[in-house]
């Protein structure tokens, strides 16, 4: 679509706001009570040390999201969640499908180079964040740790931490919304309070929805159930959940690059997956815990254990372009069935010494079994992207398969010893164990730790200076993904050491925050994509260093307005690694990571009282970044712009929200199973909700 035409729409978008927040201040103007005093509501996590804390005593970056900044954007997807989030960018899409994302941390994008936690349990287990099954229905907040977290959740975080935070079992409020939007997507969602059963609380969460894209043949279905259910009497809680998660994907191609640009060659929305694709999985993970009062006469002492079980099946009929031409055999396909299960069970004990120490110590164990068996085929397709339908191998003659054990001891110190300084420090040892297909196990034993200090400059009331600083040292498994070619050994683990100090400030009766942080990470081993025989495969990477700085402000208004804006610095370099590229073997020391942009910026502006007008403006940017590891594609930067109004009344809310509103169609990720290839933004959408409360 034409320059002209984009700025039209957005044009329109823009005005339509402009005049619906000039009508409702005319409304209420002149005549309108008073307004009450602006309340800042404090936020809580509990990521870094497992005890409650607020972000701002925390010796780390952190930040929240809570569930009403999630509805007053729209927000029904990671990528679009983690929109202003500081130092943190999410491409969609990727080799996981549609449905899936690829975050970035401190200049980091790998799909395995964080750590995704739901309702306290790692969501994928011993083996990949699962985000294709994410679902953000019913959310209280999202807490967002930029590092590794490596006394709390030990060899299974790294370069970050997502930490998504259902709604309490006992909230007695449901919603029920119902949107349709662009490319034939809609969906229905329902969150329901559940009749009581004595001082047993419980919630219910179902949800359809069906997302379709410019690109030919892709999309996806989902069905989704949660279920959540706890009881809280004489200082004992005992809580359980189950989440049913059916995901059918058609996948979309990624884009070829030849030399140092994307292909001319083939359309922006060509797919060349055989007609048809698909990309399924079935997801059940169940998890229970209880938290009780232990050993009467130590000050405050409570004792949680909380384990998981969970089954992912999947089902995967694919393909790439391998050749740019039309000639036979142009084209690998991929066909695959994975089954995976996970246990996980951490065990713990908080307590406090006298008022100014708080201790948590604990242990933990996570399993994860994953087998494999698959094919591969060559088929023929045009350059064109027209369908092609291709017969599904009948026998499966490869296999995949890996056990991965991680176990751990842990011990927290928090310590107080003035209002003005707050020391936190931890040590975990950990124990893993990795066998893939019929090979010899590998073991690693290693310890890992952090220590971080926050120091208050200045207090006033709510109003603060504080600098913070910390150390953390980590390490963890290499990733494992399922690839037809990865029994072909364990690779060696991870690791990293990370610096990091800033400030954290709160000013104008805490009606402003602002945090600045500066960081440097040192990779060991880190794991990057490569092909063995002619399939993906994984390699060890060498010495690679990431550091930077990073910047968010944010300001509360009366009236529900509110705004924020960061800017991030990023500069990710290879330090020491060799790779071979045609046949030579080449010294990638000083390049620039790839896909790794060196400048991010957004901001934002929202409208979101509780009657009345609502709305919000998201603008993106992303800096040049290197599609490539010896820099010689550059891409240029891209910026996106996201809008959407709507209006509440007491009950029910309308709203219409625009994503991507100039149609950018930049690559945002690199595909670890198509040899130089790229997935582009997703193009422009628009959607149109009605939610009710009751």
């Known amino acids: 679509m034409s320059t002209t035409r984009s700025s039209q729409i957005i044009a329109l978008f823009i005005a339509s706001l402009l005049a619906l927040v000039s009508r409702s201040a005319a409304q209420t103007g002149g005549s309108s009570p008073p307004q009450p005093p602006l309340v800042v509501k404090e936020q809580v996590e509990v990521v870094a040390t497992r005890l409650p804390e607020t972000p701002h005593e925390v010796p780390a970056s952190i930040e929240v999201i809570d569930g009403d ?21 999410v491409g969609a899409g990727g080799d996981n499908g549609p449905a899936g994302a690829v975050p ?21 287990g011993a083996f990949n964040p699962a ?55 809609g969906g229905a969602s329902v969150d329901l309070a559940m009749p009581a059963f004595g001082e047993w609380r419980s919630r219910l969460s179902v949800d359809t929805d069906r997302q379709g894209f410019t690109d030919d043949r892709t999309s996806f279905k989902r069905g989704h159930a949660n279920y959540r259910g706890a009881k809280a009497a004489n200082d004992r809680k005992t809580w359980f959940s189950a989440d049913l998660n059916w995901l059918s994907q058609n996948p979309a191609s990624p884009h070829v690059r030849e030399g140092t640009a994307l292909s001319a060659a083939t359309p922006l929305d060509a797919n060349y997956n055989p007609a048809n694709a698909f990309l399924d999985d079935t997801r059940l993970s169940v998890s229970f815990g209880s938290e009780r009062a232990v050993m009467p006469g130590i000050n405050g002492a409570r004792w949680t254990t909380i384990a998981s079980y969970s089954h992912s099946g999947q089902s ?72 092609t339908t291709v017969t599904e191998p009948t026998t499966l003659n490869l296999d995949t398969e890996s056990r991965r054990a991680f176990s751990g001891g842990y011990a927290q110190l928090e310590w107080t010893p003035s209002t003005r300084v707050h020391l936190s420090t931890g040590l975990r040892l950990n124990a893993t164990w990795e066998r893939h297909g019929e090979g010899d196990g590998s073991t690693h034993v290693r310890p890992a730790g952090s220590v971080g200090a926050i120091f208050g400059l200045w207090d006033r009331g709510p109003d603060h200076v504080r600098l913070f600083a910390n150390y953390r040292d980590t390490f963890k498994p290499a990733a494992f993904d399922f690839s037809l070619a990865e029994n072909e050994g364990v690779l060696e683990p991870e690791t990293a050491r990370s610096y990091e100090g800033g400030v954290k400030v709160r000013a104008v009766e805490g009606r ?18 490569t092909v063995v025989r002619g399939l993906p495969s994984l390699q060890n990477a060498g010495s690679t260093r990431f550091q930077g700085f990073e910047i968010a402000a944010e300001g509360r208004a009366p009236r529900s307005v509110s705004g ?66 010896r820099n010689t594609a550059l891409a240029e ?33 690199e595909s670890e199973l198509g040899d130089a290839q790229y997935y582009r933004l997703p193009a422009r959408r628009v959607d149109f909700t009605v939610g009710v409360r009751f």
């Open 131 to 185: 985000l294709a099954t994410l679902n953000l229905r019913d959310v209280e907040r999202i807490e967002i740790l930029r590092g590794s977290a490596p006394v709390t959740y030990g060899a299974t975080s790294f370069a970050g931490v997502i930490h998504v935070v259902h709604k309490a079992a006992a909230a007695d409020r449901s919603y029920f919304s119902a949107r349709g939007g662009s490319f034939s997507s």
């Open 104 to 124: 970035e941390f401190w200049g980091l994008r790998e799909f395995d180079a964080f750590l995704l936690v739901v309702d306290e349990i790692p969501w994928g």
């Open 316 to 387: 995967i009929f694919r393909g790439f372009l391998t050749d740019v031409s039309n000639t036979p055999k142009n084209a690998t396909g991929f066909r695959e069935d994975i089954d995976v299960n996970d246990v996980y069970a951490n065990t713990y004990v908080t307590w406090s010494l006298r008022s100014h120490v708080q201790v948590v110590a604990g242990g933990d164990f996570l399993f994860g079994n994953g087998e494999g068996q698959g094919a591969t085929f060559a088929y023929t397709v045009p350059l064109s992207g027209a369908a």
């Open 512 to 529: 402003f925050d602002l945090e600045a942080s500066g960081f440097r990470m040192d990779f060991e081993n880190l794991v990057t994509s």
């Open 564 to 629: 924020r804006a960061t800017y991030s610095f990023h500069d990710g370099t290879f330090v020491d690694f060799v790779q071979e590229f045609g046949g030579t073997n080449t010294q990638l020391a000083g390049k620039r990571f790839e896909m790794s942009a060196r400048h991010l910026f957004s901001a934002g502006l929202m409208v979101a009282p509780s009657i009345g007008v609502v709305g919000d403006v998201i603008v993106k940017y992303a800096g040049d970044r290197y599609l490539n590891k």
């Open 69 to 89: 900044t999630l509805r007053a954007i729209g927000a029904s997807n990671i990528r679009e969640a983690l929109s202003l989030a500081a130092g943190v960018e």
């Open 637 to 669: 930067p891209f910026a996106t712009v996201d809008i959407g109004v709507g209006y509440r009344f007491e009950r029910v809310e309308l709203r219409i929200d625009g994503r991507n509103l100039g149609d950018r169609r930049d690559p945002i990720s």
